[in-house]
Nanobody, 122 residues
Framework: QLQASGGGLVQAGGSLRLSCAAS????????MGWFRQAPGKEREFVAG????????YYADSVKGRFTISRDNAKNTVYLPMNSLKPEDTAVYYC?????????????????WGQGTLVTVSS
């Protein structure tokens, strides 16, 4: 129901734009989040957005470089990523929260996309 796309291989300093498209149901009334998981590490919060886009929140590691947004008419959430670093390399997942708000805890999300791989070379 959530399809993440836009990952790929990019050099350090480059940019990518991730998208998360929902199908089968609307997630316009729910907070949405992006998470990432690097090899051998736990899944971590990257960015979140409230149901109407009025509030956003970022992990310190991506603040100022990543921007989360959503288009509820298209049932899609976006994550443009700039100034990418090798430490940003991970599988990125989008997820829909249980309510309208932003959450950093993976346990607050009921629906997950399949993930898209981002590889940043040095």
């Amino acid at each position: 129901q959530l399809q993440a796309s836009g990952g790929g291989l990019v050099q350090a300093g480059g940019s990518l734009r991730l998208s998360c498209a929902a199908s089968g149901r609307s997630f316009s009334g729910y907070g949405m989040g992006w998470f990432r998981q690097a090899p051998g590490k736990e899944r971590e919060f990257v960015a979140g957005i409230s149901w109407n886009g009025g509030s956003t929140y970022y992990a310190d590691s991506v603040k100022g470089r990543f921007t989360i947004s959503r288009d509820n008419a298209k049932n899609t959430v976006y994550l443009p990523m700039n100034s990418l670093k090798p430490e940003d390399t991970a599988v990125y997942y989008c997820a829909a929260a249980r309510d309208r708000y932003i959450h950093r805890d993976t346990g607050e999300y009921d629906y997950w996309g399949q993930g898209t791989l981002v590889t940043v070379s040095s």
